[in-house]
Each structure stands twice: as structure tokens, then as C-alpha cells.
């Protein structure tokens, strides 16, 4: 199988359905390997259209929501009622509507001041690595990609922790005006993930998603080039608007 895939559908509606389909496929495949699902959620717009399919019949009824442990790529540093909170967002419009035990959500402490954060979180996800390793194992990411390149909370420019062995850190940005602090996983335990889905809609993503999947590779500046799984497969799920540059 390919490490790199990409699926191209006319509408963003038709985008979520297959990657519902994607994320009930993938996880149902771990929790009869395995017994359970290890998945990692994104904030944003984009994966609303998801969760609202996720939700609802099929996939709410055909899921085993009680078998799967629910992570997060990254985190504002607001508490969870505020609008912006990753975590405040899914619980909203996914995980109340669903039967997932709330010991099974694992969401970054918002409330906490970053580095804080980070270092909590990276405890709370070596829980889960294997004996003897110091990574998760995760089953499905879900990715969103910003219209500069980003994705997750790994900005242009930014560099990453120099210790190749870190699974999370602290975060000083600001995207479309928005400044704030921010917790993010690194590039290094998501491409340790089984499955990673990307899911880009809107004619304002094309030119940088053009420069990501078919221009030079320049990482540090298109931090989406990260994302290069050491044994998985990554799946671009993109509408026709977002790949209206694409050759």
C-alpha cells in the first residue's frame, strides 16, 4: 500500500462521508486487532462536517465508541468552555453524542500554562506507547491544513524540539489575527500513527496545498511536509476547490 494517497471529491460533503467512512473502517479494524482504537481529533472548521456525520446513523450506531481512547493534535491554552478550546469543540458536536466513557477522553488541560501542559500531556500519552517503547501508537489522526502550510500547531518558521524523543510542547503563535498559546503534538509521535487523514476544503487552501504535495520540500516553512509516517499511510481527503491547482 501507498504511504501517500490522495482522494479528490467534487464537494466537502463528500469529503466527510469518506473520511467517516475512512475513520469507522480504521477503527473497527484496530478494536478487533487489538481490543481497542487509539484516535486523534483536530480543531478547526473544516472537521465539523465530520463530526456532524459522525454522529448520526450510521456511524454513531456502528462504532465501537466504548473501545476507543480519544487524543488531540493540539490545544489552545483556554479552558474548555471557551469557544476556541479543540476539546470544548468536539465534546460539543461529537463526544456527548456518542457512548464513549469519559475516562476514554484524553484531552490537554487548557487551563494550564503552557509548558505545563505540554509536560502533563507528553506523561499522559507514554501511558499508552507499548512496553518498552516511548511513542503511542496511534490508529487514526485526523489533520487539517491552515492556508499557509500549517497544520496541527507546528507553524511556518517554527522549529520543532530539538530532542527527537518529545511528544509534545509549548506554542507562541498567531494565525489569521488570532494570537495565542498553544500545546501541540510533534510531527515526530504523529508520523508513528497507523493511519494520518488530512482534510482540506476550500479554494483558500490550494495554493498552499499545491506547494505542499507537488512543490519543493522546504518543511520548516510548510510544516505539513512533516507529516511523512515511519510505517503508516497518510491520506489526503480534498475537495475539488482545494485542488483546483494541483497538476
Known amino acids: 500500500m501507498a504511504r501517500n494517497r490522495t482522494i479528490i471529491k467534487p464537494t466537502p460533503e463528500e469529503v466527510f462521508e469518506i473520511a467517516a467512512r475512512n475513520f469507522m473502517e480504521m477503527t473497527c479494524r484496530a478494536i478487533e486487532k487489538r481490543g481497542h482504537a487509539l484516535v486523534v481529533l483536530s480543531g478547526g472548521s473544516t472537521p465539523q462536517g465530520l463530526f456532524e456525520l459522525l ?11 466504548q473501545q476507543m481512547h480519544i487524543f488531540w493534535a493540539d490545544e489552545r491554552c483556554v479552558p474548555a468552555d ?9 465534546l460539543q458536536q461529537l463526544l456527548t453524542h456518542v457512548e464513549i466513557p469519559p475516562e476514554n477522553i484524553h484531552p ?3 487551563s494550564l500554562e503552557p509548558a505545563e501542559a505540554a509536560r502533563q500531556y ?23 491544513m491552515g492556508a499557509d502550510g500549517h497544520t496541527a500547531s507546528l507553524f511556518p518558521g517554527q522549529p520543532e524540539p530539538a530532542d527527537p524523543m518529545r511528544l509534545a510542547f509549548a506554542v507562541t503563535a498567531q ?33 498552499a496545498l499545491k506547494k505542499v504535495l507537488q512543490g519543493e520540500q522546504l518543511p ?28
Open 108 to 110: 490537554i488541560n487548557g
Open 55 to 65: 454522529r448520526q446513523p450510521p456511524f454513531v450506531n456502528e462504532i465501537a465508541w
Open 220 to 247: 520548516l516553512q510548510l510544516p505539513a511536509q512533516r507529516i511523512q509516517p515511519t510505517g503508516g499511510v497518510v491520506t489526503w481527503f480534498i475537495d475539488q476547490a482545494a485542488a483546483s491547482q494541483l497538476s
Open 82 to 90: 471557551d469557544p476556541q478550546s479543540n476539546y470544548g469543540q468536539a
Open 122 to 144: 507528553e506523561r499522559e500519552l507514554r501511558r499508552f506507547a507499548h512496553p518498552g517503547q516511548q511513542f503511542p501508537v496511534f490508529d487514526w489522526v485526523l489533520l487539517g
Open 175 to 207: 494565525y489569521e489575527g488570532r494570537p495565542a498559546s498553544r500545546v501541540s503534538l510533534t510531527s515526530s509521535v504523529i508520523n508513528h500513527a497507523l493511519r494520518i487523514a488530512f482534510l482540506v476544503t476550500g479554494a483558500s487552501k490550494a495554493d
